[in-house]
Nanobody, 123 residues
Framework: QVQMVESGGGVVQAGDSLTLSCAAS????????MGWFRQAPEKEREFLAT????????FYGDSVKGRSHISRDNAKNAVYLQMNSLKPEDTAVYYC????????????????WGQGTQVTVSS
């Protein structure tokens, strides 16, 4: 089992950059693919990025492709999401999740979820 806690959210200005962190517990963290999702009010939870256990496979959702970077540090049981050129429409609760499937992009392929961290982008 993996438990995750996200951090790094807050209120930022449009155009700013932000790095979200996800700290995981569990001795088998390095066997899981990790992903980032977000959910805005009244909207479905949206896939943002995923990284395989060995960082060899990275995939991004269309809404953040080209301005985000996912990375992980297995020695620290952590995964990160750097986002650049933030827009007001990036405002949402951001979640990290763990999966035993290699770098999945579907929400239902993730078994464990964090509680989320709020990101608000002001114009």
């Amino acid at each position: 089992q993996v438990q995750m806690v996200e951090s790094g959210g807050g209120v930022v200005q449009a155009g700013d950059s932000l790095t979200l962190s996800c700290a995981a517990s569990g001795r088998t963290f390095d066997t899981y693919a990790m992903g980032w999702f977000r959910q805005a009010p009244e909207k479905e939870r949206e896939f943002l990025a995923t990284i395989s256990w060995d960082s060899a496979r990275l995939f991004y959702g269309d809404s953040v492709k080209g301005r985000s970077h996912i990375s992980r540090d297995n020695a620290k049981n952590a995964v990160y999401l750097q986002m650049n050129s933030l827009k007001p429409e990036d405002t949402a609760v951001y979640y990290c999740a763990a999966s035993q499937t290699t770098a999945p992009m579907r929400r239902n392929e993730y078994e464990y979820w964090g509680q989320g961290t709020q990101v608000t982008v002001s114009s």
